[in-house]
């Protein structure tokens, strides 16, 4: 006989893991109110402050069953405030991901969904990382990360991702290139079930450097990686201009475009589908997702904060995890 309050879906099994990310920001509230939305879609821990989460507002957990709290009680409750940038919350950020981290090795979850974290917080704490994708490097020893940014409409995966523009050419590489677009190909096949994967490589420059007027990194960084990579992928194209690849795979021509830096995938996504962007980390032994936005400290504790992304980052990280299992 099955409980009132079980999981009934196909991820049923499932234990997902959400870190809060930073307190003082709207994950506590995201978490909440997600998973009053789709709560039965799998097992949960929550990994955070208890007594921040009841701050934030959270309503109408009580009811499911398959939600487990991990409080690491690390934020002191009198002082506390949304939308502060402190480097106490940026600590508290940090431990809930370790917490998870020993979770994972534990099998006590099976992926990870984390809430955005504070960059400017975590470096005032003392960790001189830019973000979740350097951290998970070094915390876990996989030197082949990917970031790979998605939403209803497209997917991209990124060359390089949170420097400078005008570091953004001395950083391509022929190898980054090619280990990235055999990441993705793997990628797509492993967690998409997507078996012959169509890939399509952006240029740099506008128009493609238009045969070497504007600039030759196509000629000499990209196309030798691009020929390298069809002994391998069997539908790659480019370097194709981006605006060109992106309109291409918006019409599904394409399952993936590998785009040379940050925001030359983020505004297409954005403007096709903020509300719905996840980030999927590529190359870890476990799937790790998150919403595509940040802290919004603006609106931090005022029940103003859109779910949707985040709903979508965990219903993309139990798809992942049960396409990981079948591959």
Do not use: W
């Amino acid at each position: 006989m099955k409980l009132k309050n079980a999981p009934i879906s196909k991820y049923s099994q499932i234990k997902i893991g959400i870190t809060f990310g930073d307190p003082s920001g709207i994950g506590p509230s995201i978490i909440a109110k997600a998973l009053v939305s789709i709560g039965r879609l799998a097992q949960f821990v929550i990994i955070g402050d208890r007594r921040v989460f009841e701050q934030s507002g959270a309503r109408g957990l009580s009811n499911l069953k398959n939600v487990r709290f991990v409080d690491l009680n690390n934020v002191a409750h009198k002082k506390f405030k949304f939308g502060k940038i402190s480097a106490e919350y940026g600590r508290a950020s940090i431990e809930y991901l370790n917490k998870a981290l020993e979770l994972l090795v534990r099998d006590q979850i099976d992926c990870l969904v984390t809430c955005p974290i504070s960059k400017e917080a975590i470096n005032l704490a003392g960790y001189r990382y830019l973000g979740h994708t350097e951290y998970l490097a070094q915390k876990t020893g996989s030197r082949n990360l990917g970031m790979m940014l998605l939403n209803q409409d497209l997917r991209f995966v990124l060359v390089t991702r949170h420097i400078a523009i005008k570091e953004v050419p001395k950083s391509l590489t022929k190898n980054i290139i090619f280990s990235l677009a055999i990441l993705a190909q793997e990628s797509l096949k492993k967690l998409f079930l997507i078996k012959n994967p169509r890939i399509a490589v952006c240029a740099l420059n506008p128009h493609a450097s238009d045969n070497g007027l504007i600039g030759d990194e196509e000629s000499r960084i990209i196309l030798p990686a691009i020929k390298k990579l069809r002994t391998k992928i069997r539908h790659i194209q480019g370097p194709l201009p981006a605006d060109v690849a992106i309109a291409k795979a918006k019409n599904q021509e394409y399952d993936c475009v590998i785009a040379m830096y940050h925001d030359q995938a983020l505004i297409p996504l954005k403007m096709l589908g903020s509300d719905t962007g996840v980030n999927l980390t590529l190359g870890l032994n476990f799937i790790r997702t998150s919403p595509l936005h940040g802290t919004a400290f603006d609106i931090a504790g005022t029940n103003l904060a859109n779910p949707n992304a985040l709903i979508a980052a965990i219903k993309l990280a139990a798809r992942c995890t049960a396409n990981l299992k079948k591959a």
